[in-house]
């Protein structure tokens, strides 16, 4: 009796030491489980938020004078990078694309003025015509003085292929854009968005709107 006894306790505390060590396992199961969802968690929100700054908008950051007074220097812009996967630039819209001569990776943003297979010409008196007829706009820092800088070509017109677009910044006597040789008119399929948002400074938040004619 007292043998079986001894054989029934012992199989009890067996009993017992298996389910601490299942609980145990059980326990460590669970935690490896749980790294395991945070670590899928993390991975997804990085790949969303990667495909969102590849593929849908990006954060930019003015850093010239060139588009005032429209865009100050410092003020932080959300950039629509899809929709001219589905559509093209219209004019006046405010575009970004790098300026493939800087020795590192560096942005412009403009404003769209002139369209594919469209002839841009400036006068010395600074109006500037699309095929012809005087360019109606109001949004210009200033009239473009005679002296200011371009490719002599502006006299006579410029005539764009069917994937170029012709850019300037809105302070038109700071501003290198599409009038010179070392930028001149912009490929389509080197432009990466348009601006569409200000969210800094926040007394300036608001909707970039499309203006002119």
């Known amino acids: 009796m007292e043998n079986e006894k001894t054989k029934i306790a012992q199989n009890n505390d067996a009993?017992?030491?298996?389910?601490?060590?299942?609980?145990?396992?059980?326990?460590?199961?669970?935690?490896?489980?749980?790294?395991?969802?945070?670590?899928?968690?993390?991975?997804?929100?990085?790949?969303?938020?990667?495909?969102?700054?590849?593929?849908?908008i990006q954060r930019t950051v003015v850093e010239q004078t060139s588009m005032e007074t429209t865009l100050q220097s410092g003020d932080s812009l959300l950039v629509d990078k899809i929709s001219y996967r589905f559509t093209d630039p219209k004019r006046f819209e405010i575009v970004i694309f790098p300026y493939k001569l800087a020795e590192k990776k560096t942005f412009y943003i403009k404003r769209v003025i002139g369209l594919?297979?469209?002839?841009?010409?400036?006068?010395?008196?600074?109006?500037?015509?699309?095929?012809?007829?005087?360019?109606?706009?109001d949004y210009g820092r200033e009239v473009i003085q005679p002296n200011s800088v371009w490719s002599a070509k502006m006299y006579e017109g410029v005539t764009l292929a069917d994937d170029e677009y012709?850019?300037?910044?809105?302070?038109?006597?700071?501003?290198?854009?599409?009038?010179?040789?070392?930028?001149g008119p912009i490929?389509?399929?080197?432009?990466?968005?348009?601006?569409?948002?200000?969210?800094?400074p926040l007394n300036k938040f608001g909707k970039i709107k499309k203006t002119g004619a």
């Open 15 to 56: 009993e017992l030491k298996g389910t601490g060590g299942d609980k145990k396992k059980s326990k460590y199961n669970s935690k490896l489980k749980e790294l395991f969802t945070t670590a899928l968690y993390f991975i997804g929100v990085l790949f969303v938020t990667w495909l969102l700054i590849t593929f849908v």
């Open 116 to 137: 594919p297979g469209e002839t841009v010409r400036i006068d010395y008196d600074g109006n500037i015509y699309i095929n012809g007829e005087i360019l109606e706009e």
């Open 166 to 183: 012709f850019v300037m910044g809105d302070n038109r006597n700071n501003s290198v854009d599409s009038r010179f040789d070392n930028v």
């Open 187 to 200: 490929k389509r399929d080197d432009i990466i968005g348009r601006a569409i948002l200000r969210i800094w």
